[in-house]
């Protein structure tokens, strides 16, 4: 038996039972045999970073967080990554540390996949320091695996590493987060604790039953979203090479324009968002049907309760909504609307029994190209869109005091099958279009969604009511 098949048969039955007890984190911790599982947060430093001092400030931040302690000193065959200095890689760059710098970019990416593959080792947390050429830039990359951190836990641990890193722990927190209703911080709660009612009695079967009807008719349905859209006889990329992200500050007068839009039509800028892209869907989906599928990111964060918005651990569950995409700009809105808040309540279960599905799924012995295929038919659906809202955390320095972030993009995992995570966050008070993406889906991302889908959300917010008209859609596959 190998090293590595012993550490599996270790961790093996203390994991399946936390599997299914957590779904939330479970889903990713067996998934990771079949896709990479860590999200991105991506900062341009103006000024170079000192690795020894990032090193120190990584290894003393880890030990602040009692579940990544415990992961990375467990005796269940987890290489205990903070003991071997192998938690941050540093880099050199000959392109410019510019998120628009394509070699950047590819490179970045290829480093992540290196760092993170399928066949690497288990490592929750990784940290890539880039240096530029001429040392008055660095980037800083911080890979946080989903099943032990959403994207708001990796805000929180970023925000402890670069104070960490600035010599300020310990200073009192800024007004507005002392301000919240605070449970433990840095606490990483299991989900049996913070939903009981999900696992008493005869919910967990009942779940069971549900979660698999649903399979069942998702399997058979006709009504799904698949936007593909290569380059023409390109061949598909390298696997390592296929996956790329976007960052784009909206305009600054589509900005604006959001909220009042909002307000005027009684809506969510998640609504507006939603239903843009609902439009793009209806233009660009390759077979077409009357509805746009597509997937949401819910959070049980803050549906939980406030008290537990600082806690550090997995909250996102993906819930799948149909909207017709031919509807009127306002009941277009209102079903999209109807659909979110019933995925938030109900909804839920359903999809967190898919969740405990698919968990046996992956370790089931069906061979990977089937398994893909599987989540691929009852996903129904390539894209997936999240909206993190306004990132509470001051990510305008490398801690207070500190060198000056210039940019910052975050974005998950591309997990299987989805091709295209749209994100819109407000960092700074901008907000922002995070997109990653696999370029054999996507050979020209700015033309083939970034402008038509800003155009599609400039015509919905568009406060003079004219008539929409009619697109040039000469990319679309016909």
């Given at each position: 038996?190998?090293t590595?098949?012993?550490?599996?048969?270790a961790m093996?039955?203390?994991s399946h039972l936390?599997?299914?007890?957590d779904?939330?984190?479970?889903?990713?911790?067996?998934?990771?045999?079949l896709?990479?599982i860590?999200?991105?947060?991506?900062?341009?430093?103006?000024?170079e970073?000192d690795?020894?001092r990032l090193?120190?400030?990584?290894?003393t931040?880890?030990g602040?967080?009692d579940?990544?302690?415990?992961?990375?000193?467990?005796?269940?065959?987890?290489?205990r990554?903070?003991?071997?200095?192998?938690?941050?890689?540093?880099?050199?760059?000959?392109?410019?540390?510019?998120?628009?710098?394509?070699?950047?970019?590819e490179?970045?990416?290829?480093?992540?996949?290196r760092?993170?593959?399928v066949?690497?080792?288990?490592?929750?947390?990784?940290l890539?320091?880039?240096?530029s050429a001429?040392?008055?830039?660095s980037?800083?990359?911080?890979?946080?695996?989903?099943?032990?951190a959403?994207v708001?836990?990796?805000?929180i641990?970023l925000?402890?590493?670069?104070?960490?890193?600035a010599?300020?722990?310990?200073?009192?927190?800024?007004e507005?987060?002392?301000e919240?209703?605070?449970?433990?911080?840095?606490e990483h709660l299991?989900?049996?604790?913070?939903?009981?009612?999900?696992?008493?009695?005869?919910?967990?079967?009942?779940?069971?039953?549900r979660?698999?009807?649903?399979?069942?008719?998702?399997?058979?349905t006709?009504a799904?979203t698949q936007?593909?859209?290569?380059?023409?006889?390109?061949?598909p990329?390298?696997?390592?090479?296929?996956?790329d992200?976007?960052?784009?500050?909206?305009?600054q007068?589509?900005r604006?324009?959001?909220?009042?839009?909002a307000?005027r039509?009684n809506?969510t800028?998640?609504?507006?968002?939603?239903?843009?892209?609902?439009?793009?869907?209806?233009?660009?989906q390759?077979?077409?049907?009357?509805?746009?599928?597509y997937?949401?990111?819910?959070?049980?964060?803050k549906?939980i309760?406030?008290a537990?918005?600082?806690?550090?651990?997995s909250y996102m569950?993906?819930?799948?909504l149909?909207?017709?995409?031919?509807?009127?700009?306002?009941?277009l809105?209102?079903?999209i609307?109807?659909?979110?808040?019933?995925?938030?309540?109900?909804?839920?279960?359903?999809e967190?029994?898919?969740?405990e599905?698919?968990?046996?799924?992956?370790k089931?012995?069906?061979?990977?190209?089937?398994?893909?295929?599987i989540?691929?038919?009852?996903q129904?659906?390539?894209?997936?869109?999240?909206?993190?809202?306004?990132?509470?955390?001051?990510?305008?320095?490398?801690?207070?005091?500190?060198?000056?972030?210039s940019?910052m993009?975050?974005?998950?995992c591309l997990v299987p099958?989805?091709?295209?995570?749209?994100?819109?966050?407000?960092?700074?008070?901008?907000?922002?279009?995070?997109?990653?993406?696999?370029r054999?889906?996507?050979?020209?991302?700015?033309?083939?969604?970034?402008?038509p889908?800003?155009w599609e959300?400039?015509?919905?917010?568009?406060a003079?009511g004219?008539?929409?008209?009619?697109?040039?859609?000469s990319?679309?596959?016909?």
């Open positions: 038996m190998t590595i098949e012993a550490q599996e048969k093996t039955m203390d936390r599997a299914h007890r779904p939330l984190s479970g889903f990713f911790r067996w998934g990771r045999r896709f990479p860590a999200n991105s947060h991506v900062c341009i430093v103006e000024g970073l690795p020894n090193r120190h400030a990584l290894q931040t880890l602040r967080f579940h990544l302690h415990d992961l990375l000193t467990a005796d269940e065959g987890i290489r990554t903070h003991l071997s200095g192998n938690a941050l890689t540093v880099i050199s760059s000959e392109h410019p540390l510019d998120f628009d710098s394509t070699g950047f970019r490179n970045l990416m290829a480093q992540v996949a760092n993170n593959g066949n690497r080792d288990y490592e929750p947390v990784h890539l320091l880039v240096h001429d040392r008055r830039r980037c800083l990359h911080l890979s946080i695996t989903h099943d032990v959403d708001k836990s990796g805000n641990f925000v402890e590493l670069m104070r960490e890193y010599g300020t722990t310990g200073e009192t927190a800024p507005s987060a002392t919240r209703e605070q449970g433990p911080r840095f299991p989900l049996e604790r913070l939903r009981p009612d999900w696992f008493a009695g005869w919910a967990p079967v009942v779940r069971w039953a979660a698999n009807l649903e399979i069942t008719r998702r399997m058979a006709r799904r936007i593909s859209l290569p380059a023409s006889g390109a061949n990329s390298p696997p390592e090479g296929d996956v992200f976007r960052h784009i500050v909206l305009p007068q589509l604006e324009e959001l909220p009042l839009a307000r039509y809506v800028i998640n609504t507006l968002f939603s239903a843009a892209l609902v439009r793009y869907i209806g233009r660009y390759r077979r077409r049907h009357p509805l746009a599928v997937t949401i990111a819910i959070s049980l964060r549906l309760g406030a537990y918005a600082e806690t550090f651990r569950i993906d819930c799948t149909r909207v017709p995409h031919e509807l009127e700009d306002q009941k809105f209102s079903r609307e109807a659909q979110t808040a019933a995925a938030r309540q109900e909804g839920l279960e359903v967190l029994g898919r969740m599905s698919a968990i046996t799924l992956f089931s012995p069906l061979p990977r190209a089937l398994v893909l295929w989540m691929k038919r009852t129904g659906t390539n894209i997936l869109y999240s909206n993190p809202g306004v990132i509470e955390e001051d990510f305008s320095t490398v801690g207070p005091g500190g060198p000056s972030i940019a993009t975050i974005f998950s099958p989805y091709d295209l995570v749209i994100h819109t966050p407000t960092i700074g008070g901008r907000l922002q279009l995070d997109l990653v993406y696999r054999s889906s996507f050979s020209d991302i700015d033309g083939q969604f970034v402008k889908f800003l959300l400039e015509q919905l917010v568009d003079r004219n008539e929409r008209q009619t697109r040039d859609s990319v679309v596959n016909s």
